[in-house]
């Protein structure tokens, strides 16, 4: 890694076999700190010969499920448990974990709209580009694990994308089923800035998914999480002689359509009038929008533009309008490995 490359370098050595605990530096002069650095963890766990896995959380600050876990796994592998190489990145918009924030209050930057990135750019910018131009072509598998953050509260699911070559599909899929879980979506490539999308495929394979939300850590969504973590590190081979645990009969699912989506139409409180976990239909009431300055007005009802399993809803009260207030996922044919 040369600071020539990239703004950002690290003290760890990606090649050596062992358990690292380091720091990704990335310069950040300020009046505070003229010579300052912003260090970001990320561990390196290697033993002989074997696949690398990169397991990354963090990538909005306000998500909590994929840091505490991945905090919990740089303390408890040992490299004598491994055979191939684990990469951790537990907070990697650090500046946004910090203050526990969706984007970066150093540049406002949400991470996982700015890949490629650009190694001069914004804070945010640089810490895409470093993941998706030094870590990624190392990684044979790539986890990203988000939550719904502050706004949004989510029914956990695991996520995968396909790319339409058939061997690495078919590794996805396989490695999703390990995974485990109730939920799982399924993702094309995307081309909006996000994480995967600077996944090299087909040789690497990428997984994701929403694990909670609300801003809190949840009991059983952090152990899902670790749960799902460990069992895809055992599909690998990662960790000889540990088995995949898991006898889960997966849900494969989508929301990757425009009216599985539900907007604020005013500025109000939005007041729910399903659970998460419901199964809606096409016009039924989402919730109401009240104008709560107003009594006298008649709240403003929200309805459903299409059927589906209520995967997402709006985790705190107040609304703008264009808010996202839910959205659904539906049904797909079981995927085919
Ligand atoms: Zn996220």
């Known amino acids: 890694m040369s600071v020539y490359q990239t703004s950002l370098y690290t003290d760890v050595d990606f090649d050596r076999r062992g358990k690292q605990i380091g720091r990704l530096k990335m310069p950040h002069s300020v009046t505070r700190s003229a010579y300052g650095v912003i260090p970001i963890p990320i561990a390196v766990i290697a033993n002989g010969d074997g696949p690398t896995l990169i397991l990354m959380a963090g990538n909005h600050g306000d998500e909590y499920e994929g840091q505490i876990a991945?905090?919990?796994?740089?303390?408890?592998?040992?490299?004598?448990?491994?055979?191939?190489?684990?990469?951790?990145?537990?907070?990697?918009?650090?500046?946004?974990?910090?203050?526990?924030?969706?984007?970066?209050?150093?540049?406002?930057?949400?991470?996982?709209?700015?890949?490629?990135?650009?190694?001069?750019?914004?804070?945010?910018r640089q810490i895409a580009h470093y993941i998706g131009t030094v870590l990624m072509p190392m990684a044979d598998v790539f986890v990203d694990l988000h939550s719904g953050g502050a706004s949004l509260d989510y029914i956990p699911f695991v996520a995968v994308t396909l790319c339409g070559d058939a061997q690495h599909d078919s590794r996805a899929l396989a490695a999703t089923k390990a995974f485990g879980g109730r939920y799982a979506q399924v993702w094309a490539p995307s081309t909006s800035g996000v994480a995967e999308s600077s996944v090299p495929r087909p040789q690497c394979i990428s997984l994701g998914g929403e694990f909670g939300g609300g801003g809190v850590v949840d009991i059983d969504h952090t152990a899902y999480v670790e749960r799902g973590v460990?069992?895809?590190?055992?599909?690998?081979?990662?960790?000889?002689?540990?088995?995949?645990?898991?006898?889960d009969s997966m849900r494969w699912m989508t929301s990757a359509s425009e009216d599985l989506y539900t907007f604020a139409p005013d500025?109000?409180?939005?007041?729910?009038?399903?659970?998460?976990?419901?199964?809606?239909?096409?016009?039924?009431?989402?919730?109401?929008?009240?104008?709560?300055?107003?009594?006298?007005?008649?709240?403003?009802?929200?309805?459903?533009?299409?059927?589906?399993?209520?995967?997402?809803?709006?985790?705190?009260?107040?609304?703008?309008?264009?808010?996202?207030?839910?959205?659904?996922?539906i049904d797909i044919d079981d995927p085919v490995i």
């Open 70 to 124: 991945l905090g919990r796994l740089i303390r408890d592998l040992e490299p004598e448990a491994v055979q191939g190489r684990v990469i951790i990145l537990p907070s990697a918009n650090l500046p946004a974990a910090r203050h526990g924030v969706r984007v970066s209050p150093l540049d406002g930057g949400n991470l996982n709209r700015m890949f490629p990135g650009d190694p001069e750019g914004s804070p945010t």
């Open 230 to 247: 460990r069992n895809l590190m055992a599909h690998l081979g990662i960790l000889p002689g540990v088995e995949v645990q898991n006898d």
């Open 267 to 329: 500025y109000g409180v939005f007041a729910p009038a399903c659970r998460l976990g419901d199964t809606v239909s096409k016009g039924q009431l989402a919730g109401e929008v009240h104008a709560i300055e107003h009594p006298e007005r008649p709240a403003i009802p929200v309805f459903f533009s299409a059927p589906g399993l209520l995967i997402c809803l709006r985790a705190i009260g107040r609304v703008e309008p264009g808010d996202c207030l839910a959205h659904l996922a």
